[in-house]
Nanobody, 126 residues
């Protein structure tokens, strides 16, 4: 069982930045595949970004088209955390952001995550 907890959400003005953090339990964190998703009111949960492990110290990053160039996913294996740096935020980024973890490598970086956090609210005002 992997426990996942997000933090760092809040209210920000359009054009601003916010950094989300996600802590995951477990001694094998460096081999976890980690991702961020978001769900806006009345919409389905969407993939945002992922960092998958490919062995050793090799990781691959993936981003949804809507956030490419604005969001950056990163991890600190010593702290068992993964972060999402969000820049140039727009009201369309308003959503509950979820962190997810997988031990088995997903066949698709946007699918197959077994462990989920409770989410953190991000609100971008215009």
């Amino acid at each position: 069982q992997v426990h996942v907890v997000e933090s760092g959400g809040g209210l920000v003005q359009a054009g601003g930045s916010l950094r989300l953090s996600c802590a995951a339990s477990g001694r094998a964190f460096s081999s976890y595949h980690m991702a961020w998703f978001r769900q806006a009111p009345g919409k389905e949960r969407d993939f945002v970004a992922a960092m998958t492990w490919s062995g050793g110290r090799t990781y691959y990053n993936y981003y949804a088209d809507s956030v490419k160039g604005r969001f950056t996913i990163s991890r600190d294996n010593a702290e068992n955390t993964v972060s999402l740096q969000m820049n140039s935020l727009t009201p369309e980024d308003t959503a509950v952001y979820y962190c997810a973890a997988a031990i088995e490598r997903p066949s698709d970086p946007a699918l197959g995550y077994k462990y989920w956090g409770q989410g953190t609210q991000v609100t971008v005002s215009s």
